[in-house]
């Protein structure tokens, strides 16, 4: 038996019957269901952090239900930026990108890069989850190796490669708190150049892709820290 007067209570004050909730008491939820949801809507103009994004893909082609190419490729890019206004961020990541690529021919093609993005988002809404559309541009130096993977393989050989992306992207951020946010980003389609200097000889190829961002990877999230508010 629990001794209601050691809790300093009378069995007259306990009341588990439910009750409809009266227009005060209710407009007291719908204030704090709005506070909540408005986290991310208090002036962020003059405030910065720092944070980053991480991304892999990896797809597969076939002819006649046989894998002819497979490619996978991953990013890493932290950053730093500023609110330039409410809605708009502008910010630089620093880019860590690789790639394999095997086909059927039997040879296989490593890339690894790294280089600078720069980005700018325009943000829609006024409540902790904001939808956004970007522009990033991206400059990538890097390099490649090639592995003939034949039963008898001629010699490795390695060169030079150096990208250049301007894309349009899409995404959201949530803001899990005043300090921390989460960020998605998926590309939508944008312009990409590569060039490559091997064994003496260049080539190059440009285009307009789709489905794609200049971190080479069709969905990337990452988490933001806001170590200066706009207040401070």
């Given at each position: 038996e629990i001794n209601l007067e050691f809790f300093n209570l009378s069995r007259e004050t306990i009341d588990?019957?439910?009750?409809?909730?009266?227009?005060?008491?209710?407009?007291k939820i719908i204030l704090i269901t709005i506070c909540f949801l408005?986290?991310?809507?208090?002036?962020?103009?003059?405030?910065w952090y720092?944070?980053?994004?991480?991304?892999?893909?990896?797809?597969?082609?076939?002819?006649?239900?046989n894998v002819v190419q497979?490619?996978?490729?991953?990013?890493?890019?932290?950053?730093?930026?500023?609110?330039?206004?409410?809605?708009?961020q502008l910010g630089l990541g620093i880019t860590t990108n690789g790639s394999k690529q095997e086909n059927i021919?039997?040879?296989?093609?490593?890339?690894?890069?790294?280089?600078?993005?720069?980005?700018?988002?325009?943000?829609?809404g006024e409540t902790a989850f904001k939808p956004f559309v970007a522009i990033n541009v991206t400059v990538l130096p890097g390099s490649v190796k090639y592995t003939d993977l034949s039963p008898n393989p001629a010699p490795s050989y390695t060169g030079d490669v150096f990208s250049f992306g301007?894309?349009?992207?899409?995404?959201?951020?949530y803001a899990l708190n005043p300090k921390f946010t989460a960020v998605g980003s998926f590309g939508l389609v944008g312009f990409n150049s590569n060039s490559y200097k091997v064994n003496g000889s260049e080539k190059s190829d440009s285009g307009i892709d789709a489905?794609?961002?200049?971190?080479?990877?069709?969905?990337?999230?990452g988490i933001y820290y806001t170590f200066k508010s706009a207040k401070e």
């Open positions: 588990v019957s439910l009750k409809p909730l009266n227009s005060a008491q209710m407009k408005s986290t991310a809507s208090i002036a962020q103009q003059g405030s720092i944070g980053g994004n991480a991304g892999f893909s990896s797809r597969q082609f076939e002819n006649n239900s497979k490619f996978s490729s991953w990013s890493f890019s932290p950053e730093i930026g500023t609110f330039l206004t409410n809605r708009l021919n039997n040879n296989r093609e490593n890339t690894l890069k790294f280089g600078g993005t720069l980005y700018t988002r325009y943000f829609f301007a894309n349009l992207n899409a995404g959201f951020a489905n794609i961002n200049t971190l080479g990877n069709r969905f990337t999230i």
